[in-house]
């Protein structure tokens, strides 16, 4: 059994649609960041970074936290959704840290600004937007000729899909990059994919 720690951001999600993808048990502790649940000594002795998700796997005896390290060692530890071949497994690497350092980053301070600031500033709503725009248009490219982001569903369009998947939040469309959509509604419909989207309940 896998406990995992979470709550309902993007970065939360991408540790449950993956629970759900490689079909493991594991149990939901609904970490409230609203109120500042991930504050707690008990959180803080799982993850000392006070972010989530994190998870503890009690068959191995292992605690991960950062969402990217979470994907990694669960496609490790199943084999599943992550491939071993070394030049695809770099692939897969590579566009999983452009989400961990462009894709998560930029889109989150998007969403501050835009939502969240109590001011608005509007230099810094353009300057997080045109970047939000510019990846999406890195995806629909990576897209144009990939079913998926790497070829093969992988770790890269679940860490991926959360953070894309707030563009209406962000008062965003995907019609102006059609790869990027069709991508977007495949990976959505997917039956894991809705399932972990729901988690914490």
């Not at 059994?1 to 979470?6: E, H, K, Q, V």
């Not at 008990?42 to 998870?55: D, L, Q, T, Y």
Request: hydrophobic share 40%.
């Amino acid at each position: 059994m896998i406990d995992l720690y979470t709550f309902t951001t993007p970065n939360g999600r991408k540790a449950s649609i993956m629970l759900e993808e490689v079909e493991l048990p594991y149990a939901v502790h609904k970490i409230d960041i609203t109120k500042r649940d991930q504050f707690t000594p008990e959180f803080v002795a799982i993850n000392p970074n006070s972010k989530i998700p994190a998870i503890v796997d009690h068959e191995t005896g292992i605690t991960m936290f950062e969402s990217g390290a979470i994907l990694i060692y669960l496609a490790e530890k199943t084999g599943k959704l992550m491939p071993t071949e070394p030049k695809k497994r770099y692939q897969v690497l590579e566009w999983l840290m452009f989400q961990m350092a462009g894709v998560g980053p930029m889109f989150g301070q998007l969403n501050h600004f835009k939502k969240f600031a109590p001011e608005k500033i509007p230099y810094a709503i353009d300057r997080y937007e045109k970047e939000t725009l510019r990846l999406y248009s890195v995806l629909n490219q990576q897209l144009e000729t990939n079913e998926f982001i790497c070829e093969e569903y992988s770790i890269v369009d679940i860490a991926t899909f959360p953070w894309v998947a707030t563009y209406s939040f962000q008062g965003l469309t995907l019609d102006n990059h059609p790869h990027l959509k069709r991508w977007f509604e495949s990976i959505q419909a997917r039956p894991a994919v809705v399932k972990g989207m729901a988690v914490p309940s």
